[in-house]
Protein backbone atom coordinates (compact mmCIF):
# COMPACT_ATOMS: atom_id res chain seq x y z
CA UNK A 1 0.00 0.00 0.00
CA UNK A 2 0.84 3.39 -1.03
CA UNK A 3 2.63 5.83 2.07
CA UNK A 4 0.35 8.64 3.18
CA UNK A 5 1.31 12.09 2.12
CA UNK A 6 1.40 14.92 4.71
CA UNK A 7 1.47 18.70 4.18
CA UNK A 8 4.17 19.58 6.20
CA UNK A 9 4.52 23.52 6.00
CA UNK A 10 2.60 25.91 3.85
CA UNK A 11 1.93 29.41 3.09
CA UNK A 12 0.32 32.28 1.05
CA UNK A 13 1.40 35.72 0.54
CA UNK A 14 -0.95 38.48 1.24
CA UNK A 15 -3.39 38.49 -1.82
CA UNK A 16 -3.62 42.07 -3.34
CA UNK A 17 -1.69 44.56 -5.62
CA UNK A 18 1.77 43.75 -4.94
CA UNK A 19 3.01 46.57 -7.92
CA UNK A 20 6.90 46.32 -7.26
CA UNK A 21 6.87 42.45 -6.70
CA UNK A 22 6.98 40.56 -9.85
CA UNK A 23 5.98 36.77 -10.15
CA UNK A 24 9.12 35.32 -9.23
CA UNK A 25 9.18 37.53 -6.01
CA UNK A 26 5.87 35.90 -5.07
CA UNK A 27 6.86 32.71 -5.76
CA UNK A 28 9.87 32.97 -3.90
CA UNK A 29 8.24 34.99 -0.73
CA UNK A 30 5.94 31.76 -0.67
CA UNK A 31 7.94 29.28 -1.12
CA UNK A 32 11.16 30.38 1.68
CA UNK A 33 7.59 30.76 3.85
CA UNK A 34 6.70 26.87 3.41
CA UNK A 35 10.11 25.88 3.77
CA UNK A 36 10.50 27.59 7.15
CA UNK A 37 7.06 26.55 7.78
CA UNK A 38 8.09 22.96 7.85
CA UNK A 39 11.54 23.37 9.21
CA UNK A 40 13.37 22.33 5.81
CA UNK A 41 15.42 23.55 3.05
CA UNK A 42 15.75 23.15 -0.51
CA UNK A 43 18.02 20.27 -0.28
CA UNK A 44 15.04 18.31 1.26
CA UNK A 45 13.25 18.61 -1.66
CA UNK A 46 12.89 15.93 -4.14
CA UNK A 47 10.53 17.61 -7.05
CA UNK A 48 8.54 20.97 -7.44
CA UNK A 49 5.59 21.22 -9.21
CA UNK A 50 4.37 24.93 -9.99
CA UNK A 51 2.35 26.90 -11.62
CA UNK A 52 1.57 30.15 -13.80
CA UNK A 53 -1.00 29.83 -15.52
CA UNK A 54 -0.88 33.54 -17.47
CA UNK A 55 2.57 32.47 -18.14
CA UNK A 56 2.41 29.13 -18.63
CA UNK A 57 5.12 28.63 -21.49
CA UNK A 58 7.45 30.19 -19.65
CA UNK A 59 8.43 27.74 -16.72
CA UNK A 60 8.21 29.43 -13.67
CA UNK A 61 9.31 26.24 -11.93
CA UNK A 62 12.73 26.97 -12.81
CA UNK A 63 12.56 31.15 -12.98
CA UNK A 64 11.60 30.10 -9.24
CA UNK A 65 14.85 27.91 -8.84
CA UNK A 66 17.05 30.48 -9.75
CA UNK A 67 16.14 32.57 -6.66
CA UNK A 68 15.48 29.66 -4.17
CA UNK A 69 18.03 27.06 -4.64
CA UNK A 70 19.36 24.72 -8.12
CA UNK A 71 19.51 21.56 -6.67
CA UNK A 72 18.57 19.94 -10.06
CA UNK A 73 15.60 18.40 -9.06
CA UNK A 74 12.66 17.18 -11.61
CA UNK A 75 10.69 20.40 -12.19
CA UNK A 76 7.13 19.87 -13.68
CA UNK A 77 5.24 22.88 -14.61
CA UNK A 78 1.81 22.52 -14.63
CA UNK A 79 -1.31 24.46 -16.33
CA UNK A 80 -4.60 23.56 -15.44
CA UNK A 81 -6.86 26.78 -15.54
CA UNK A 82 -7.95 27.99 -12.30
CA UNK A 83 -7.34 23.89 -11.12
CA UNK A 84 -3.31 24.61 -11.76
CA UNK A 85 -2.88 25.08 -7.73
CA UNK A 86 -4.70 21.74 -6.81
CA UNK A 87 -2.61 20.11 -9.83
CA UNK A 88 0.88 21.14 -8.64
CA UNK A 89 0.19 19.96 -4.92
CA UNK A 90 -1.78 16.59 -6.66
CA UNK A 91 1.84 16.24 -8.95
CA UNK A 92 3.94 16.08 -5.37
CA UNK A 93 1.46 13.83 -4.24
CA UNK A 94 1.10 11.14 -6.85
CA UNK A 95 5.33 11.38 -6.87
CA UNK A 96 5.23 10.37 -3.43
CA UNK A 97 3.03 8.07 -3.76
CA UNK A 98 4.71 6.25 -6.49
CA UNK A 99 8.15 6.59 -4.59
CA UNK A 100 9.89 8.63 -6.27
CA UNK A 101 10.23 11.50 -3.76
CA UNK A 102 10.04 11.53 0.11
CA UNK A 103 9.58 15.18 -0.09
CA UNK A 104 8.32 17.86 -2.63
CA UNK A 105 7.55 21.31 -3.23
CA UNK A 106 3.88 22.41 -4.82
CA UNK A 107 3.86 26.28 -5.92
CA UNK A 108 1.63 28.75 -7.71
CA UNK A 109 1.77 32.12 -8.41
CA UNK A 110 -0.28 34.77 -10.50
CA UNK A 111 0.22 38.42 -11.12
CA UNK A 112 -3.38 39.21 -11.95
CA UNK A 113 -3.96 42.63 -10.08
CA UNK A 114 -5.90 45.35 -12.50
CA UNK A 115 -7.02 42.45 -15.13
CA UNK A 116 -10.39 42.97 -16.58
CA UNK A 117 -12.57 40.12 -17.96
CA UNK A 118 -9.78 37.15 -18.73
CA UNK A 119 -11.77 35.37 -21.60
CA UNK A 120 -13.32 36.74 -24.96
CA UNK A 121 -10.43 38.94 -25.65
CA UNK A 122 -11.75 41.93 -27.55
CA UNK A 123 -13.72 41.33 -30.98
CA UNK A 124 -11.39 41.66 -33.92
CA UNK A 125 -13.28 44.12 -36.98
CA UNK A 126 -15.16 41.91 -39.13
CA UNK A 127 -12.86 40.92 -41.96
CA UNK A 128 -13.49 42.27 -45.77
CA UNK A 129 -14.86 39.05 -46.74
CA UNK A 130 -17.49 36.61 -44.39
CA UNK A 131 -15.00 33.68 -44.78
CA UNK A 132 -15.60 30.48 -42.63
CA UNK A 133 -13.44 29.79 -40.02
CA UNK A 134 -12.61 27.34 -37.54
CA UNK A 135 -14.29 24.19 -36.37
CA UNK A 136 -18.22 25.74 -36.65
CA UNK A 137 -17.23 27.46 -40.39
CA UNK A 138 -18.00 30.75 -38.42
CA UNK A 139 -17.86 33.65 -40.77
CA UNK A 140 -17.31 36.48 -37.92
CA UNK A 141 -16.71 36.03 -34.00
CA UNK A 142 -19.20 34.60 -32.48
CA UNK A 143 -18.36 35.90 -28.40
CA UNK A 144 -21.63 38.29 -28.21
CA UNK A 145 -23.49 36.64 -31.38
CA UNK A 146 -23.78 33.20 -30.41
CA UNK A 147 -23.55 32.96 -26.34
CA UNK A 148 -20.99 34.56 -24.43
CA UNK A 149 -17.74 33.70 -23.48
CA UNK A 150 -16.91 35.50 -20.75
CA UNK A 151 -16.57 33.84 -17.37
CA UNK A 152 -19.06 36.23 -15.58
CA UNK A 153 -21.60 35.09 -17.79
CA UNK A 154 -20.77 31.24 -18.43
CA UNK A 155 -21.58 31.11 -14.31
CA UNK A 156 -24.41 32.79 -14.29
CA UNK A 157 -26.33 30.83 -16.48
CA UNK A 158 -24.74 27.78 -14.45
CA UNK A 159 -26.30 29.03 -11.49
CA UNK A 160 -29.40 29.99 -13.36
CA UNK A 161 -29.90 26.57 -14.66
CA UNK A 162 -29.95 25.03 -11.18
CA UNK A 163 -32.93 27.81 -10.12
CA UNK A 164 -34.91 26.24 -13.31
CA UNK A 165 -34.32 23.32 -12.38
CA UNK A 166 -34.73 23.05 -8.54
CA UNK A 167 -36.14 26.71 -7.81
CA UNK A 168 -35.28 28.79 -4.97
CA UNK A 169 -32.83 31.12 -6.78
CA UNK A 170 -33.56 34.78 -7.53
CA UNK A 171 -30.98 37.63 -7.81
CA UNK A 172 -31.22 38.26 -3.89
CA UNK A 173 -30.25 34.78 -3.00
CA UNK A 174 -27.22 34.78 -4.92
CA UNK A 175 -25.52 38.08 -4.11
CA UNK A 176 -26.48 37.33 -0.17
CA UNK A 177 -23.75 34.45 -0.74
CA UNK A 178 -21.39 37.05 -1.83
CA UNK A 179 -22.61 39.00 1.25
CA UNK A 180 -21.66 36.31 3.50
CA UNK A 181 -17.85 35.81 1.85
CA UNK A 182 -17.40 39.57 2.11
CA UNK A 183 -18.45 39.50 5.41
CA UNK A 184 -15.90 36.46 6.49
CA UNK A 185 -12.81 38.23 4.71
CA UNK A 186 -12.69 40.87 7.53
CA UNK A 187 -11.10 38.52 9.19
CA UNK A 188 -8.80 37.70 6.89
CA UNK A 189 -5.84 40.07 6.80
CA UNK A 190 -4.54 38.03 3.61
CA UNK A 191 -7.67 39.27 2.04
CA UNK A 192 -7.21 41.21 -1.38
CA UNK A 193 -11.03 42.69 0.49
CA UNK A 194 -11.29 43.17 3.95
CA UNK A 195 -14.14 45.87 4.17
CA UNK A 196 -17.59 44.34 4.44
CA UNK A 197 -20.23 45.00 2.21
CA UNK A 198 -24.08 45.05 2.34
CA UNK A 199 -26.40 43.78 0.36
CA UNK A 200 -27.54 46.54 -1.11
CA UNK A 201 -23.97 47.54 -2.19
CA UNK A 202 -23.78 44.12 -3.70
CA UNK A 203 -26.59 44.39 -5.42
CA UNK A 204 -26.39 47.89 -6.62
CA UNK A 205 -22.67 47.39 -7.87
CA UNK A 206 -21.68 47.29 -11.88
CA UNK A 207 -23.34 44.43 -13.38
CA UNK A 208 -20.86 42.42 -15.04
CA UNK A 209 -23.55 39.81 -16.21
CA UNK A 210 -27.26 39.26 -14.52
CA UNK A 211 -27.52 37.78 -12.23
CA UNK A 212 -23.30 38.31 -11.21
CA UNK A 213 -22.52 42.01 -10.06
CA UNK A 214 -19.01 43.13 -9.59
CA UNK A 215 -18.22 42.00 -6.08
CA UNK A 216 -20.09 38.36 -6.75
CA UNK A 217 -17.28 38.21 -9.33
CA UNK A 218 -14.06 36.50 -8.02
CA UNK A 219 -11.22 38.97 -7.49
CA UNK A 220 -8.17 39.34 -10.02
CA UNK A 221 -5.14 40.04 -8.02
CA UNK A 222 -1.72 39.11 -7.06
CA UNK A 223 -0.38 36.34 -5.16
CA UNK A 224 0.97 33.13 -4.66
CA UNK A 225 1.21 30.11 -2.13
CA UNK A 226 3.18 26.83 -2.02
CA UNK A 227 3.12 23.25 0.00
CA UNK A 228 6.30 21.20 0.97
CA UNK A 229 4.31 17.53 1.11
CA UNK A 230 6.22 14.47 2.91
CA UNK A 231 5.51 10.26 3.00
CA UNK A 232 4.49 9.80 6.11
CA UNK A 233 7.68 7.53 6.39
CA UNK A 234 10.08 10.37 5.98
CA UNK A 235 7.51 12.05 8.59
CA UNK A 236 8.19 9.81 11.14
CA UNK A 237 11.98 10.53 11.07
CA UNK A 238 11.12 14.40 11.92
CA UNK A 239 10.67 16.14 15.00
CA UNK A 240 7.72 16.00 17.33
CA UNK A 241 6.55 19.61 16.45
CA UNK A 242 7.21 18.63 12.71
CA UNK A 243 4.52 15.82 12.97
CA UNK A 244 2.15 17.60 15.81
CA UNK A 245 2.01 20.50 13.18
CA UNK A 246 1.97 18.52 9.71
CA UNK A 247 -2.13 18.23 8.72
CA UNK A 248 -2.75 14.78 6.89
CA UNK A 249 -3.65 14.67 2.64
CA UNK A 250 -6.89 12.04 3.54
CA UNK A 251 -7.65 12.82 -0.26
CA UNK A 252 -6.32 13.86 -3.42
CA UNK A 253 -8.15 13.63 -6.51
CA UNK A 254 -8.43 15.50 -9.84
CA UNK A 255 -11.32 14.95 -12.44
CA UNK A 256 -12.03 16.15 -16.12
CA UNK A 257 -15.65 16.54 -17.32
CA UNK A 258 -17.27 13.45 -18.67
CA UNK A 259 -19.33 13.49 -21.40
CA UNK A 260 -22.91 15.19 -20.54
CA UNK A 261 -25.56 15.74 -23.39
CA UNK A 262 -25.43 19.73 -22.54
CA UNK A 263 -21.44 20.06 -21.72
CA UNK A 264 -20.68 21.73 -25.47
CA UNK A 265 -23.43 24.37 -24.70
CA UNK A 266 -22.67 25.08 -21.27
CA UNK A 267 -20.15 23.95 -19.49
CA UNK A 268 -20.97 20.83 -16.86
CA UNK A 269 -19.04 21.82 -13.63
CA UNK A 270 -20.94 19.53 -11.57
CA UNK A 271 -20.80 15.96 -12.56
CA UNK A 272 -16.90 16.34 -12.58
CA UNK A 273 -17.62 17.71 -8.79
CA UNK A 274 -20.06 15.34 -7.79
CA UNK A 275 -17.48 12.26 -9.17
CA UNK A 276 -14.58 14.18 -7.11
CA UNK A 277 -16.26 14.55 -4.07
CA UNK A 278 -17.57 11.10 -4.48
CA UNK A 279 -14.13 9.46 -5.09
CA UNK A 280 -12.40 11.45 -2.16
CA UNK A 281 -15.23 10.97 0.28
CA UNK A 282 -14.85 7.62 -0.06
CA UNK A 283 -10.89 7.75 -0.03
CA UNK A 284 -10.88 9.20 3.03
CA UNK A 285 -13.03 7.29 4.89
CA UNK A 286 -15.59 10.81 5.72
CA UNK A 287 -18.95 11.90 4.38
CA UNK A 288 -19.56 15.24 4.20
CA UNK A 289 -20.89 15.06 7.81
CA UNK A 290 -17.55 14.82 9.17
CA UNK A 291 -16.32 18.04 7.81
CA UNK A 292 -15.93 20.88 10.29
CA UNK A 293 -15.18 23.76 7.34
CA UNK A 294 -15.29 23.88 3.51
CA UNK A 295 -12.76 25.93 0.65
CA UNK A 296 -15.08 26.05 -2.55
CA UNK A 297 -14.40 27.20 -5.18
CA UNK A 298 -16.97 30.54 -5.41
CA UNK A 299 -15.34 31.86 -8.72
CA UNK A 300 -18.58 33.97 -8.91
CA UNK A 301 -21.96 34.15 -6.59
CA UNK A 302 -23.22 31.55 -8.71
CA UNK A 303 -21.11 28.80 -8.50
CA UNK A 304 -21.11 28.83 -4.76
CA UNK A 305 -24.67 27.45 -5.17
CA UNK A 306 -24.34 24.50 -7.22
CA UNK A 307 -21.10 23.47 -5.51
CA UNK A 308 -23.28 23.03 -2.30
CA UNK A 309 -25.10 20.83 -3.93
CA UNK A 310 -21.83 19.28 -5.89
CA UNK A 311 -20.01 18.63 -3.00
CA UNK A 312 -22.93 17.12 -1.01
CA UNK A 313 -22.85 19.47 1.28
CA UNK A 314 -27.20 19.80 1.18
CA UNK A 315 -29.36 17.37 0.00
CA UNK A 316 -29.45 17.04 -4.08
CA UNK A 317 -31.48 20.46 -5.18
CA UNK A 318 -31.57 21.29 -1.93
CA UNK A 319 -29.15 24.35 -2.11
CA UNK A 320 -31.00 26.98 -1.75
CA UNK A 321 -32.72 26.10 1.06
CA UNK A 322 -29.48 25.07 2.85
CA UNK A 323 -27.99 28.22 2.14
CA UNK A 324 -31.18 30.12 4.03
CA UNK A 325 -30.53 28.37 6.73
CA UNK A 326 -27.22 30.48 7.83
CA UNK A 327 -25.58 27.10 7.10
CA UNK A 328 -22.62 28.07 5.28
CA UNK A 329 -21.94 31.32 7.37
CA UNK A 330 -18.69 30.78 9.92
CA UNK A 331 -20.96 30.32 12.59
CA UNK A 332 -23.35 27.89 10.69
CA UNK A 333 -22.98 24.47 10.66
CA UNK A 334 -21.30 24.10 7.93
CA UNK A 335 -18.71 27.06 7.08
CA UNK A 336 -18.31 27.85 3.71
CA UNK A 337 -15.44 30.37 2.24
CA UNK A 338 -14.34 31.23 5.87
CA UNK A 339 -11.22 32.73 4.18
CA UNK A 340 -13.37 35.05 2.41
CA UNK A 341 -13.55 32.57 -0.87
CA UNK A 342 -12.91 34.27 -4.34
CA UNK A 343 -14.90 37.03 -4.35
CA UNK A 344 -13.24 38.62 -1.55
CA UNK A 345 -9.88 36.75 -0.20
CA UNK A 346 -9.04 36.97 -4.16
CA UNK A 347 -7.96 34.28 -6.95
CA UNK A 348 -4.63 34.38 -8.41
CA UNK A 349 -5.59 31.63 -10.66
CA UNK A 350 -2.08 29.18 -9.90
CA UNK A 351 -2.59 30.34 -6.38
CA UNK A 352 -5.67 29.76 -5.38
CA UNK A 353 -5.58 25.83 -4.90
CA UNK A 354 -2.73 25.85 -3.04
CA UNK A 355 -4.19 28.91 -1.16
CA UNK A 356 -7.35 26.96 -0.24
CA UNK A 357 -5.37 24.24 1.03
CA UNK A 358 -3.98 26.66 3.41
CA UNK A 359 -7.04 27.75 4.99
CA UNK A 360 -7.90 24.70 5.89
CA UNK A 361 -4.27 23.73 7.51
CA UNK A 362 -4.64 27.34 9.23
CA UNK A 363 -7.39 26.07 10.73
CA UNK A 364 -6.62 22.36 11.66
CA UNK A 365 -3.65 23.64 12.93
CA UNK A 366 -5.37 25.93 15.31
CA UNK A 367 -3.61 29.02 14.19
CA UNK A 368 -6.28 30.80 12.38
CA UNK A 369 -6.56 33.28 14.86
CA UNK A 370 -9.70 35.64 14.73
CA UNK A 371 -11.43 33.55 12.34
CA UNK A 372 -10.40 30.12 13.31
CA UNK A 373 -13.43 27.38 13.23
CA UNK A 374 -12.67 25.97 16.63
CA UNK A 375 -11.76 22.48 17.40
CA UNK A 376 -11.35 21.63 13.67
CA UNK A 377 -10.35 18.14 12.31
CA UNK A 378 -11.33 17.76 9.08
CA UNK A 379 -11.84 20.01 6.07
CA UNK A 380 -12.44 20.29 2.46
CA UNK A 381 -10.73 22.17 -0.32
CA UNK A 382 -12.12 22.41 -3.72
CA UNK A 383 -11.18 24.11 -7.19
CA UNK A 384 -12.26 24.25 -10.57
CA UNK A 385 -10.82 25.05 -13.81
CA UNK A 386 -12.60 25.19 -16.69
CA UNK A 387 -11.90 22.75 -19.61
CA UNK A 388 -12.75 21.13 -17.14
CA UNK A 389 -11.06 19.73 -14.30
CA UNK A 390 -11.75 19.83 -10.45
CA UNK A 391 -9.40 19.15 -7.91
CA UNK A 392 -10.73 17.96 -4.02
CA UNK A 393 -8.41 17.46 -1.25
CA UNK A 394 -9.53 16.58 2.26
CA UNK A 395 -7.25 17.33 5.16
CA UNK A 396 -6.98 15.87 8.67
CA UNK A 397 -5.69 17.34 11.94
CA UNK A 398 -2.72 15.22 13.23
CA UNK A 399 -3.42 12.58 16.14
CA UNK A 400 0.01 13.58 17.08
CA UNK B 1 -30.96 39.15 -54.60
CA UNK B 2 -27.26 39.44 -53.52
CA UNK B 3 -25.55 35.83 -52.06
CA UNK B 4 -26.09 35.05 -48.45
CA UNK B 5 -23.69 33.15 -46.17
CA UNK B 6 -24.51 32.22 -42.75
CA UNK B 7 -22.92 32.80 -39.85
CA UNK B 8 -22.08 29.46 -38.81
CA UNK B 9 -21.93 26.33 -41.09
CA UNK B 10 -24.87 24.46 -39.09
CA UNK B 11 -27.33 27.28 -39.78
CA UNK B 12 -29.48 26.13 -42.74
CA UNK B 13 -30.29 29.15 -44.77
CA UNK B 14 -33.38 28.98 -47.26
CA UNK B 15 -37.05 29.07 -46.42
CA UNK B 16 -36.99 27.19 -43.78
CA UNK B 17 -33.97 27.90 -41.48
CA UNK B 18 -32.75 25.67 -38.96
CA UNK B 19 -29.85 24.31 -37.31
CA UNK B 20 -28.33 21.45 -37.82
CA UNK B 21 -26.04 19.11 -36.01
CA UNK B 22 -23.29 16.14 -36.06
CA UNK B 23 -25.17 12.99 -34.75
CA UNK B 24 -23.38 10.02 -33.71
CA UNK B 25 -24.18 6.97 -35.35
CA UNK B 26 -23.40 4.89 -32.89
CA UNK B 27 -24.86 6.59 -29.62
CA UNK B 28 -27.09 9.58 -30.63
CA UNK B 29 -24.44 12.25 -29.47
CA UNK B 30 -24.95 15.52 -31.21
CA UNK B 31 -21.98 18.15 -32.10
CA UNK B 32 -22.22 21.58 -34.01
CA UNK B 33 -18.66 21.65 -34.32
CA UNK B 34 -16.99 19.20 -36.65
CA UNK B 35 -15.37 16.38 -34.51
CA UNK B 36 -12.92 13.60 -34.61
CA UNK B 37 -14.39 10.96 -32.79
CA UNK B 38 -17.34 11.11 -30.66
CA UNK B 39 -16.91 12.43 -26.81
CA UNK B 40 -18.94 10.17 -25.83
CA UNK B 41 -18.52 7.08 -27.37
CA UNK B 42 -15.24 7.15 -29.80
CA UNK B 43 -17.28 6.29 -32.81
CA UNK B 44 -16.35 8.27 -35.29
CA UNK B 45 -19.17 7.75 -38.05
CA UNK B 46 -21.44 10.69 -38.37
CA UNK B 47 -24.56 11.80 -39.66
CA UNK B 48 -26.84 15.53 -40.35
CA UNK B 49 -29.47 15.71 -38.27
CA UNK B 50 -32.24 19.23 -38.06
CA UNK B 51 -32.91 20.88 -34.63
CA UNK B 52 -36.22 21.62 -33.83
CA UNK B 53 -36.98 25.53 -34.50
CA UNK B 54 -38.46 25.90 -30.70
CA UNK B 55 -37.39 25.34 -27.81
CA UNK B 56 -37.22 26.43 -24.00
CA UNK B 57 -34.89 28.38 -22.00
CA UNK B 58 -33.09 26.71 -19.83
CA UNK B 59 -30.52 29.14 -18.69
CA UNK B 60 -29.57 32.72 -19.08
CA UNK B 61 -27.15 35.87 -18.40
CA UNK B 62 -27.75 39.16 -19.64
CA UNK B 63 -24.38 40.46 -20.25
CA UNK B 64 -23.85 44.16 -19.37
CA UNK B 65 -19.99 43.99 -19.66
CA UNK B 66 -18.06 42.44 -22.81
CA UNK B 67 -14.67 42.81 -24.14
CA UNK B 68 -14.57 45.84 -26.11
CA UNK B 69 -16.30 45.95 -29.86
CA UNK B 70 -19.43 43.69 -28.56
CA UNK B 71 -22.51 45.87 -28.26
CA UNK B 72 -24.09 45.33 -24.54
CA UNK B 73 -26.40 44.51 -23.09
CA UNK B 74 -27.89 41.09 -24.70
CA UNK B 75 -29.10 38.20 -23.25
CA UNK B 76 -27.07 35.22 -23.79
CA UNK B 77 -29.03 31.80 -23.09
CA UNK B 78 -29.09 27.31 -23.09
CA UNK B 79 -32.07 26.77 -25.68
CA UNK B 80 -33.57 23.32 -24.84
CA UNK B 81 -34.66 22.40 -28.40
CA UNK B 82 -36.31 19.16 -27.82
CA UNK B 83 -33.66 17.59 -25.71
CA UNK B 84 -30.92 19.11 -28.05
CA UNK B 85 -28.88 22.12 -26.26
CA UNK B 86 -28.57 25.11 -28.15
CA UNK B 87 -26.29 28.33 -27.38
CA UNK B 88 -27.76 31.08 -28.48
CA UNK B 89 -28.63 34.62 -27.83
CA UNK B 90 -32.38 35.51 -26.91
CA UNK B 91 -33.04 38.44 -29.42
CA UNK B 92 -36.09 40.67 -30.62
CA UNK B 93 -36.84 41.05 -26.10
CA UNK B 94 -36.35 43.53 -23.79
CA UNK B 95 -32.94 42.14 -22.54
CA UNK B 96 -33.75 43.10 -18.68
CA UNK B 97 -34.51 40.33 -16.16
CA UNK B 98 -38.95 41.33 -15.98
CA UNK B 99 -38.51 40.03 -19.80
CA UNK B 100 -36.37 37.37 -20.02
CA UNK B 101 -36.77 34.23 -17.64
CA UNK B 102 -35.99 30.84 -17.55
CA UNK B 103 -38.80 27.99 -19.10
CA UNK B 104 -39.84 30.82 -21.58
CA UNK B 105 -40.86 29.39 -24.70
CA UNK B 106 -38.47 30.57 -28.15
CA UNK B 107 -38.30 30.13 -31.74
CA UNK B 108 -35.57 30.25 -34.20
CA UNK B 109 -35.10 33.99 -35.52
CA UNK B 110 -32.48 35.03 -38.34
CA UNK B 111 -31.03 38.53 -38.87
CA UNK B 112 -29.00 40.06 -41.31
CA UNK B 113 -25.09 41.01 -40.00
CA UNK B 114 -24.25 43.13 -43.45
CA UNK B 115 -22.88 42.24 -46.51
CA UNK B 116 -19.02 41.88 -47.17
CA UNK B 117 -16.90 43.67 -49.80
CA UNK B 118 -18.24 41.91 -52.70
CA UNK B 119 -21.56 42.18 -51.88
CA UNK B 120 -22.29 39.00 -49.69
CA UNK B 121 -25.05 39.24 -47.22
CA UNK B 122 -24.09 37.37 -43.62
CA UNK B 123 -26.69 35.75 -41.46
CA UNK B 124 -26.97 35.11 -38.10
CA UNK B 125 -29.27 33.58 -35.95
CA UNK B 126 -30.69 33.78 -32.43
CA UNK B 127 -33.85 32.65 -30.65
CA UNK B 128 -37.04 34.96 -30.04
CA UNK B 129 -39.82 34.59 -27.55
CA UNK B 130 -43.02 32.86 -28.53
CA UNK B 131 -46.23 35.30 -28.50
Redesign the interface.
Known amino acids: MADDVWILGITMTKFGKHPDLDKIDLASEATLGALADAGVTMADMGIIAAGNLMGAAEGIGQQLQKQVGQTGIPVYNVANACATGATAVRTVIMAIKAGEADMGLAVGVEKLAGAGLLAGGSRQDDSGTWQPHGRYGAVAPVDGRIGTEIMPGVFAQIGMEYGHRYGGTSFELFARISEKNHAHSTLNPLAAYTKRMSLEQIMGDIMIAYPNTRPMCSANCDGAAAAVLVSGTKLKTLSLEQQRRAVKVAASVLTSDPWQESCQILPDVNTLTRNAATQAYEQAGVGPDDLDLVELHDCFATAELVHYDNLMLCEQGGAADFFNSGATWRDGSKPVNVSGGLESKGHPIAATGIANVWEICHHLRGEAGDRQIADAKVGLAHVIGLGSACGIHILERSAV | MADQ ?6 LVLGDDPHLVANECTSCG ?6 RNAC ?2 CGATAFTTVPISTTGEV ?15 P ?1 V ?3 VDCD ?7 IINVEPD ?1 EHVH ?2 MKVKLATYP ?2 P ?3 G ?1 E ?1 I ?2 GFEPIN
Request: no cysteine.
Open positions: IALTDYARFFDRASRAFTIVAFAAPGIPVFAALGTSVRANPTGMGDSETAGF
